[in-house]
Structure formats: structure tokens, C-alpha cells
């Protein structure tokens, strides 16, 4: 059974840093995305950030405009984990962060496979 576990969430204050990783067990498919998708109370889940693997090398990443040049995407493929690195955290990042999983996409934008059980970030302000 596939299962995606995420850490790193948590407080921080405006401006402050946080690193989020999703751990993927339970699968051995060499092509895939895992991204990084957010809900903030009262509000749909948006898409933050995707990356995709083939053959165990990285392939092409995605970032939303509300979080370009402020958040990385990242990947270490051999343990089938991704990390979102949040730098210049504001409010308005305050959600809970899913990572999902999409076996055998290139991309982010198709059915969700598997989700995580979630993350929260909280910034204050």
C-alpha cells in the first residue's frame, strides 16, 4: 500500500523559513510527479508546487506565481522523498500543505493518485 508521510510543518513568524518533506513508501514506479498542494481555511485547495521523476533522474519542476522566488521544490529520488522549502513565509501562507502523488504523469495537473494526511503551516504576523 502506497503511503505518503509529510513533516516539517509548523509556527514561524513573517519572513521566517520552513522545510516540508513527503516521504513516499509502498512503491516502486519509476515515473512520476509528487507535488505539493495547500488549503487555507475557508478556501479551495490550490497547487503549490510539482516535480517529476523518470528512471530515478529528476525531470521538470512547477511552481505557483504565489510562491515563485520564495519556494523550492526539490527531490531526492532514491528515497522517494520531496521537499518544499518555504523562505519568506507570509500569512497568507498560513494552510495546510498535502503532498499527492501521480504515477506515471510527467506533471501535477491530472487526477490525484494518493494524497498525504497533511501539514499545517501557520505564519504569524
Known amino acids: 500500500e502506497v503511503q505518503l508521510v509529510e513533516s516539517g510543518g509548523g509556527l514561524v513568524q513573517a519572513g521566517g523559513s520552513l522545510r516540508l518533506s513527503c516521504a513516499a513508501f509502498g512503491f516502486t514506479f519509476d515515473e512520476y510527479a509528487m507535488g505539493w498542494f495547500r488549503q487555507a481555511p475557508g478556501k479551495e485547495r490550490e497547487g503549490v508546487s510539482c516535480?517529476?521523476?523518470?528512471?530515478?533522474?529528476?525531470?521538470?519542476?512547477d511552481i505557483a506565481d504565489s510562491v515563485k522566488g520564495r519556494f523550492t521544490i526539490s527531490s531526492d529520488n532514491a528515497k522517494n522523498t520531496v521537499f518544499l522549502q518555504m523562505n519568506s513565509l507570509k500569512p497568507e501562507d498560513t494552510a495546510v500543505y498535502y503532498c499527492a502523488l501521480f504515477i506515471y504523469r510527467s506533471n501535477c495537473r491530472s487526477a490525484v493518485d494518493y494524497w498525504g494526511e497533511g501539514t499545517l503551516v501557520a505564519v504569524s504576523s
Open positions: 516535480i517529476s521523476s523518470r528512471h530515478g533522474s529528476t525531470g521538470s519542476t
